[in-house]
């Protein structure tokens, strides 16, 4: 089953207007088959309309020319595991009750939501903090903090835009590292939007450079390598290499 198309986005264009009602057009004609379990990363540099296009595909916005249709019928934006760059927590909430949030409004017993919170929070490595508050814990934790929330609400697409961007290198490689095994544990769908050619590489199954002004899908890699890759193995750098030269082409 893993071929099977989950999400179908086809000729997705969006411009906006500006105060003196100039059109500026972001999206041009992305077209995009997501696979069903497929890690899939969106790469493009700042400004490259890839926040835009994940509000479109989430249904945050429904303005936009073009279509995005899900294999099993229509779906609201609360069926979306979504992360954001910015943890997004309720600082009043302690970890266990931001975790349980999602299955609330997904309609969960009490029962269910609190297995479920815990199983992901272990996941995540945050057992034993059920009962802090976010200002209590690091970024690192918090964003671990959104992750268990979006898996713990058990859509099985996720999406994830620059999760990891605030945090410090060695915490992001280190939850690039957990984001796999969590996935690899609970297999979604997921759109992972980034800037940065690295994380890419070590993360996609599938990856895809946005670019151009306005943006198209430029280019497409299928790294062939085993996980975990290895940021040092020739392969990863010839990648690597490549997606840089052409992300300056498309810049
Ligand atoms: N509501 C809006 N009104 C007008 N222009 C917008 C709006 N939202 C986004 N844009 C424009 O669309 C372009 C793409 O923005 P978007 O936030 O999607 O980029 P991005 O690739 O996610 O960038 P970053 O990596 O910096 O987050 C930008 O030029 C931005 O100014």
Do not use: C
């Not at 931001?98 to 997904?106: C, H, I, L």
């Not at 057992?127 to 929330?149: D, L």
């Amino acid at each position: 089953m893993e071929n099977r198309t989950k999400i179908s986005i086809s000729h997705v264009s969006k411009s906006f207007e500006d105060k003196k009602q100039v059109r500026h057009q972001v999206l041009d004609d992305i077209n995009i088959e997501v696979k069903e379990n497929e890690f899939l990363v969106l790469l493009g540099a700042g400004k490259s309309g890839k926040s835009v296009l994940l509000d479109i595909i989430t249904g945050l916005d429904t303005d936009y020319e073009g279509k995005v249709e899900f294999s099993d019928g229509s779906r609201s934006t609360k069926d979306i595991g979504i992360v954001f760059q910015k943890y997004a927590l309720f600082p009043w909430k302690t970890v266990m009750e931001n975790v349980e949030m999602n299955q609330k409004f997904r309609g969960m017993g009490k029962q269910e939501r609190k297995e479920k919170a815990e199983k992901y929070l272990k996941l995540v490595g945050l057992s034993g903090f059920e009962n802090h508050y976010p200002n209590q814990i690091s970024g690192g934790m918090k964003q671990r903090v959104a992750i268990a929330r979006a898996f713990a609400g058990e859509s099985d697409i996720m999406v994830m835009d620059e999760p990891f961007g605030a945090l410090d290198a060695q915490t992001r490689y280190q939850m690039e590292e957990e984001l796999l095994k969590i996935w690899e544990e609970a297999k979604r769908t997921v759109i992972f939007v980034t800037n940065n050619i690295e994380e890419a590489v070590y993360l996609g199954d599938r990856i895809l450079l946005l670019g151009g002004s306005p943006s198209t899908i430029a280019k497409e890699y299928v790294p062939d390598m085993e996980r975990p890759r290895k940021y040092t193995h020739p392969d990863f750098l010839e990648l690597r290499n490549r997606i840089a030269g052409d992300f300056e082409l498309v810049l």
